[in-house]
């Protein structure tokens, strides 16, 4: 299953570690990253892990064969982080048979800069119409943002901190 996850940058911060992690955890799904900044602390390791591209790239180069392929195969479309749920949901149109993930990183949404607020508020009005599934870093995280967005069954927490590990060690654990 191919995966695209949109991010703001590869910078050396923890929710980018831990997307990287996850990455290279899950190498059983066809993983690519598109940014959009210029501070890419992790660059190289995410070009080992997966296909990584920059915004505009993406959208000249990539973009519509990803189309085609969504209409043949289901397709994981992840916003990570408020910026890259932005990009997720403005693209997702464009996919026929796609998953919408939207994934907090954030714990107190707002603690924000105040275009980062307004950000937020435009997603909580727009999450109404994709019904994304959302993904949290902390419970602390999901009580504060019930507050913007609506209360989901397709809801999880992932803490940070929490060591993506293979399937099969999980079966070797329960033996």
């Not at 990584?52 to 085609?68: A, H, N, Q, R, S």
């Not at 916003?79 to 994934?103: D, E, Q, T, V």
């Not at 907090?104 to 607020?117: D, E, G, I, V």
């Not at 994304?132 to 989901?152: A, M, Q, V």
Request: net charge positive; aromatic share 20%; charged share 20%.
């Amino acid at each position: 299953m191919k995966v695209i996850t949109f991010i703001v940058g590869l910078g050396p911060g923890g929710a980018e570690k831990f997307l990287l992690n996850l990455i290279k955890n899950t190498n059983n799904f066809d993983h690519t990253v598109v940014f959009f900044s210029r501070n890419n602390y992790y660059f190289h390791e995410y070009k080992e892990n997966c296909k990584t591209v920059f915004l505009g790239e993406y959208l000249i180069k990539f973009f519509f064969k990803d189309i085609l392929y969504g209409f043949q195969n289901r397709v994981i479309l992840q916003g990570w982080m408020y910026h890259g749920m932005l990009i997720s949901a403005l693209l997702s149109p464009f996919f026929k048979n796609k998953l919408l993930i939207w994934s907090f990183r954030h714990a107190y949404p707002f603690s924000n800069k105040s275009l980062t607020k307004i950000l937020i508020y435009f997603l909580s009005f727009i999450s109404n119409f994709y019904r994304p599934i959302y993904i949290y870093n902390s419970y602390l995280g999901k009580e504060n943002h019930k507050k913007l967005f609506k209360s989901r069954e397709t809801t999880n927490v992932i803490p940070n901190g929490y060591k993506s590990i293979h399937r099969k060690h999980i079966k070797k654990k329960k033996k």
